[in-house]
Structures are given as structure tokens and as C-alpha cells.
């Protein structure tokens, strides 16, 4: 059975880090491409940032997160992982993890970004 839990949000100043994670359960993270969304209030949820397979292995993000986000995930623990650093007002939102292709969305973690 696919499950995907998500922790490691929480409140952060501007300019601080957050580690995101994702435990995953019911497949196997490095055989599929995995993404994180995000979802703010009154927005629609929009892709953050996305991971293909660990063959031929390539990343790509939104504009707005490049060079502050990363994705990658750990094969051993079945995981994946956001680290979101220079973090911003406007980041503040629900972060989800997904597996591409399936419609499966977990319970997601807030990120408040605030002074």
C-alpha cells in the first residue's frame, strides 16, 4: 500500500533552513521520479521541485525555489528530502511529497516563513 508521510516543517525566520522529508512505504523511491508541491493559501499547489529515477538521475525546479531548494532522497531509508534554504515570506505554504504519476497525496507539512 502506498503511504507518504512528510515532516520537518515549521516556523522559520527569513533567510533560515528547513529539511523536508518524505517517508515512503508500498515502492521503492529510487525505481520512480518524485516530486515536491507545495500549496499556499488561497493558491493552487504548484510543483516545487522534481527527481527522476536513480538511473540517468536529474533534478529540476520552479523558478522561484532554484538555487535555494534541493531535492534528492536516501535509497537506504526509502526517503526523500527537501532542503530549502534562504528561505522567504513567500514560501510560506503545505509542502507535499508525490510520486509522479500516481494520484496520492499525504497529509503534507507546513512551512510558515515569518519574522
Known amino acids: 500500500q502506498v503511504q507518504l508521510v512528510e515532516s520537518g516543517g515549521g516556523l522559520v525566520q527569513p533567510g533560515g533552513s528547513l529539511r523536508l522529508s518524505c517517508a515512503v512505504s508500498?515502492?521503492?523511491?529510487?525505481?520512480?521520479?518524485m516530486s515536491w508541491y507545495r500549496q499556499a493559501p488561497g493558491k493552487e499547489r504548484e510543483l516545487v521541485a522534481r527527481?527522476?529515477?536513480?538511473?540517468?538521475?536529474?533534478?529540476n525546479y520552479a523558478d522561484s525555489v532554484r538555487g535555494r531548494f534541493t531535492i534528492s532522497r536516501d535509497n537506504f531509508q526509502n526517503a526523500l528530502y527537501l532542503q530549502m534554504n534562504s528561505l522567504k515570506p513567500e514560501d510560506t505554504a503545505v509542502y507535499y511529497c508525490?510520486?509522479?504519476?500516481?494520484?496520492?497525496w499525504g497529509p503534507g507539512t507546513q512551512v510558515t516563513v515569518s519574522s
Open positions: 508525490k510520486r509522479v504519476g500516481v494520484t496520492y
Open positions: 527527481i527522476t529515477t536513480s538511473r540517468g538521475e536529474a533534478t
Open positions: 508500498g515502492f521503492t523511491v529510487s525505481s520512480v521520479t
